[in-house]
């Protein structure tokens, strides 16, 4: 696959270890020509944010299934703008509050923690994609 | 200590559990064993998991468990009884939260402090270390039927002496099931060992009048695994436990979806469990079987998710098992709701109870797919006690660096990653790539021939396009992955 | 005109049809038929009933079907387009109101009002023959699926006219299924010859090019009819639409909840209704199967519902029917919205996906019973023969009047009302007062042997109590009614 | 079983045919000590009213079951009346109207056409014998 010249970070953030999605991801964003860094399953901030900075990535994908980002993430993009990350972009996705809630009402919540796109359970990462190459002008 | 599958003595045992007890505040309260039994004796025998499923097995009777677990207590009870009442569940789960998994317990108080603040749970679950065994035995006072702890833990040593003092007589998990699909750098030989621990404390209690239920995690990384796979690992947690002394086993099978190659395999899952059992000279073990409603990506339609409900109740019903976990309308989107939850055990259980006399007759094909997964299960089982030269667990942990033991989709970095399953045309799970998995060239064809089968009909070669196909189709609505062309 | 099982000349068929026509101003619309089937032919083939049937059973495919059907034409379509978009469902249905189905268009015209004053359906379904033939080409034309009228018409001549001129390509009914489950006092012979009016003028349009599906309704009274009865009459009816030139038949079978039974039984109607039609010389009619999920009383809990609706999915999928009857979680309280109809729908599919690739393998236990209904059936079909002198249309009357023909709980005074139904302990349905009904002296041992078992086990005698009891089993979450005191 | 005396019309209004319920009803009346007067399916208002006359009825249950009971019930209390059945007590049952309806409503409506109790679909005919003795002073 041609590569877009784009690199993105991906992870499951805190103690989360569903890892199906994670392999899927990393999957089809490489044959989107993305060049991908997964920090896989288990991840703390600062694995996303050491990666991104090492890699001078574009964006972090970061994935939570197991109903906990609320906490894992709390501080996150504070940490990015300590550490110099300053645009890079932010994406969350996967089932990343506990229950079924609103989702009108988590996006906000996300958006407020500094995410620039958050995601509904089920949404498939071809979805994510799509914003991503807006966002990152490659369409 | 060396890794060896032999039974604790009562010495290594209690060296081992000084450190234990250490390792959060509330290890300090369950010091006391001899009262931890008293209590645990005092606890009604009609709710011992134990009996209920022992009694179940000789009435035939399939039970219903929900899973469901919140973070703090009173909300916790009121949603057991609620499952009780309202679900007609016969058994009770307490599903703990993922830090507590991880022995991350500070995580757990931030989080149960932010759920009483915000007056909803932050948690995925109960963390049942924080809150000690005083609360986990209100909890299992407050309800009338046998509870369980379910996680995912691979160091549950703490967690099990605080539960088994409450008077919980069942804990799920194993050294492998607990491990690998639960956890990235946890190492065997760890995990193996702290869960001899929890074997040889539940068998403590079962030496001292108190039966105790053990649950191998039988789905494992519930994405794919064939059931060999999972057959195999599920026997091996059977053997370590009996071992240290463990007398009541439930081992468990995840629903694949195609009903007969599910029917084979709990089948051949409880005559193997047995016949190894046996055969390595623990006769006294009561099995029991558990059966997981669809454990991979579930439909986020309602109406869909009870059709994936009711259809793998029909198999738990014509397989005969002892119990069936239960998923929700809300599988797909998160924690269920007390309703959704309860909604899921009351679809389950009308379906059990449709289908309460009746049971499926052998065919050949039955017979046939049976005989498949005994086979594949007999092929990895022996090389595991070969390269264990005859020790069982450090067959698991050389096996595991070997990839004779290799679980499909698990985030462990102990696990090698080299098979690949995919479906067959009929929707049955069948080895893709073999990795190191020692199958026969026979079974190993057959595998192989199967898969092709469906190649040709959908016109496509076979790799692991399917197997991404697969993962995807459930919650699509469909068994099978077909490519978008396909036209039948 | 005396009744006689023979193809309706033309000129019999033309004099009985001006008197049809006459019997509500609507039926002045249709009086070209010409111009009705040229309108027809013009209906779009994807459109067509017949052919999606025989696809399907090509295909091995298991089509979805609601029931549907409110007073007003704007409502009826919208309602169907919800249910073939966010359904999913293969095929729809116009349900029509219980006034039509007994001729009675008065209260239909005020059915039709007060619907319009109040907002909402008064009616329990479309009263097509009010509405007439241009507002039923409406419906017709604003759906992209095929239509099929589903009523319980005891005369539905009228009906039958105005429905094929607006380009519906299936009817369901017949002689018998229409009349004894639907009505009290319309004498058989009447309802045999309405029958084979409706019959013959689907002929009609077939000889003109137009496929039209005919189907027999096989649940009858939906309440613990032992297979072989309905199965008998399916035949009957099929038989008796082949003598009138109908190529295109589907035998229908109401679930009774033992899966074997079921499942033996939908095999042995379409085995056999292929054998009777070509023993009598029809050897071009295409047979299809349908399966009508429990048709009795339903769990009021909606999860319940759901856990009956996707168990009876499960059959027909292993049984491999060509549709399924589709009921919905509101079946116990009253017509769906059109989002618990969907929701029915979209459980169903689930399921049918889930299983689209398996099938039902044959075990001793499937041959057994396969074997038993059939055997039970020639041993009816034998004697309405041998009581009609070889003419089947009088043999079935003459058979209705001696209890030969018997069906459980039929409304009709044309039914001897003498048998008695009631489940073996494996939840198969049996028969336990023969009446008259002619079972050889092995086959009435048979179903005396198996349901004594029952008594046995239940410590009770074998009666009415049963029957009673097995009556309200499933609505209370149970297929055979158990005694309380009732312990395994 | 003993008889207590008393008499009950039961019957399904209109064109409905739904015959196991009734079934069930006669039998379960019966068993009880009533002496029931079964119309059968498809019965008239006049065919319930002629037998309750003729048979000097105390009560008359209607079952509907199909949906139509509020157009097959107009005028029902009314004609009862103009026969002379002043003081007879009217219960209606079943899945009275179409479709799943707010309940209170709709037993209000069938008050207010003149029955005396009104029961919700799948209420059990042992419910309404509790209060029919309750209201004929069996106990
Ligand atoms: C399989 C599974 C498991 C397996 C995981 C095996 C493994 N190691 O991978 C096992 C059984 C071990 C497991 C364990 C647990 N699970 Co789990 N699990 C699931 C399940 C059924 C499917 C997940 C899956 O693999 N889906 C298939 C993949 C391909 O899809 P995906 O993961 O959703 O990822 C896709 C999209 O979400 C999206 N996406 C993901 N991230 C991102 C990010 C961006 C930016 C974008 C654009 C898109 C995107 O793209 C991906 C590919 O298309 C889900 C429910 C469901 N979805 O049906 C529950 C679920 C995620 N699990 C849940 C829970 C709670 C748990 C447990 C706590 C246990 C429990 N309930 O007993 C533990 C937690 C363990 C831990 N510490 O993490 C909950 C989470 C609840 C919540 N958020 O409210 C869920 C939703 C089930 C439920 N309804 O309760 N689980
Ligand atoms: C079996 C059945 C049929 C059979 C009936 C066979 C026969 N001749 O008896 C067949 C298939 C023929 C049939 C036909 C139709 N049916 Co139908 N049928 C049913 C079903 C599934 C069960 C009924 C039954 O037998 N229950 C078992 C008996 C024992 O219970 P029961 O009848 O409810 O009676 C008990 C109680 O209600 C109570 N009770 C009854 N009356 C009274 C009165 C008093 C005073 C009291 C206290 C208690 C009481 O006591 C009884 C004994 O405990 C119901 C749905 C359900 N309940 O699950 C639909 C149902 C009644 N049918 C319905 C409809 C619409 C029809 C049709 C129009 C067809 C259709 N949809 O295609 C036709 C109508 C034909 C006609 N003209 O009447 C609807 C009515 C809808 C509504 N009210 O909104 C229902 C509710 C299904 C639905 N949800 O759509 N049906």
Redesign the pocket.
């Known amino acids: 696959m041609n590569s877009n010249g784009k690199t993105v970070v991906i992870g499951v953030i805190g103690?989360?270890?569903?890892?199906?999605?994670n392999k899927?991801?990393e999957h089809v964003l490489t044959s989107e020509g993305f060049n991908v860094v997964n920090v896989g399953?288990m991840s703390r901030q600062e694995d996303f944010i050491n990666a991104a900075i090492e890699t001078n990535a574009d964006a972090i994908?970061?994935?939570s299934?197991?109903?906990h980002a609320e906490l894992d993430c709390q501080g996150f993009r504070e940490k990015c703008n300590e550490a110099g990350l300053t645009n890079i972009l932010l994406?969350?996705?996967?089932?990343?509050?506990?229950?079924k809630q609103d989702f009108a009402e988590v996006e906000e919540r996300f958006k407020k923690m500094g995410f620039n796109?958050v995601?509904a359970?089920?949404?498939?990462?071809e979805?994510?994609i799509k914003d991503l190459k807006k966002d990152l002008g490659l369409v | 200590m060396e890794l060896t599958n032999k039974k604790l003595s009562m010495d290594e045992f209690l060296k081992i559990r000084e450190e234990v007890l250490k390792t959060w505040p509330t290890g300090e309260q369950v010091r006391d064993l001899e009262a931890n039994i008293r209590y645990a004796l005092s606890v009604p025998k009609n709710k011992n998991f134990a009996l209920r499923l022992k009694k179940a097995k000789h009435d035939q009777q399939v039970l219903t468990q929900p899973?469901a677990g919140v973070a703090l207590v009173q909300d916790l009870i009121d949603l057991l009884r609620y499952l009780a009442e309202e679900g007609e569940a016969d058994l009770l789960p307490v599903?703990i939260?993922?830090y507590t998994?991880?022995n991350r317990y500070e995580n757990c108080e931030l989080g149960i402090e932010e759920s009483r603040r915000l007056g909803r749970s932050m948690l995925?679950?109960f963390p049942v270390v924080n809150h000690g065994v005083y609360a986990a035995r209100l909890v299992q006072e407050s309800l009338d039927l046998p509870v369980q702890a379910?996680h995912?833990t691979p160091d549950a040593r703490l967690m099990s002496e605080i539960i088994h003092a409450a008077g919980w007589t069942s804990n799920e998990g194993g050294g492998i099931s607990y491990n690998v699909?639960?956890s990235k750098d946890v190492p065997l030989d760890k995990s193996i060992k702290d869960w001899q621990y929890c074997d040889r404390l539940a068998a403590i209690y079962e030496e001292n009048g108190i039966p105790i239920n053990r649950e191998p995690f039988g789905?494992l990384?519930?994405?794919l695994v064939p059931p060999s796979m999972s057959n195999a690992v599920a026997i091996i947690e059977a053997l370590l436990a009996a071992e240290q002394g463990v007398k009541h086993i439930t081992v468990g099978y995840g629903q694949c979806g195609n009903q007969i190659q599910d029917i084979a395999a709990i089948k051949a899952l409880e005559q193997q469990t047995e016949e190894y059992l046996s055969k390595f000279g623990y006769d006294d073990v009561i099995v029991t079987t558990v059966f997981h409603q669809w454990?991979?990506?579930?439909p986020k339609d309602e109406a869909k998710a009870y059709g994936a409900i009711a259809n793998a109740s029909v198999t738990a019903a014509l397989a005969k098992v002892t119990k069936v976990i239960v998923k929700?309308p809300?599988?797909?989107?998160?924690?269920?709701t007390k309703e959704a939850n309860a909604n899921g055990l009351k679809c389950t259980k009308m379906v059990l109870n449709l289908l309460a006399d009746q049971k499926t007759y052998m065919s050949k094909k039955l017979k046939e797919q049976m005989t498949i997964i005994k086979e594949e299960t007999d092929c990895i089982l022996n090389k595991v006690f070969e390269v264990g030269n005859g020790d069982l667990a450090i067959g698991v942990v050389e096996s595991f660096k070997r990839g004779i033991l290799d679980i499909p989709?698990?985030?462990s970095r102990y696990n090698a990653n080299k098979i690949l399953p995919a479906r067959d045309t009929y929707g049955a799970v069948r080895y893709l790539e073999f990795g190191n998995v020692p199958l026969s060239e026979e079974l190993k064809a057959y595998n192989r021939y199967m898969l092709e089968k469906r190649g040709i009909i959908e016109k496509r070669p076979v790799d692991f396009r399917m197997t991404v196909d697969d993962?995807?189709a459930i919650?699509e609505g469909r068994l099978v992955g077909r490519p978008s062309n396909f036209r039948k």
Chains 1, 4 share one sequence.
């Open positions: 103690a989360d270890v569903h890892a199906v999605g899927i991801i399953v994908l970061v994935s299934l197991y109903g994406y969350i996705g996967g089932n990343i509050v506990v229950g796109r995601y359970p089920g949404v498939r990462i979805e994510g | 899973r599903t939260d993922s998994r991880q995925n679950g379910r995912g699909p639960y789905p990384t519930g994405t454990m991979g990506g579930f929700t809300h599988e797909a989107i998160g924690i269920p989709f698990a985030p993962i995807f919650s």
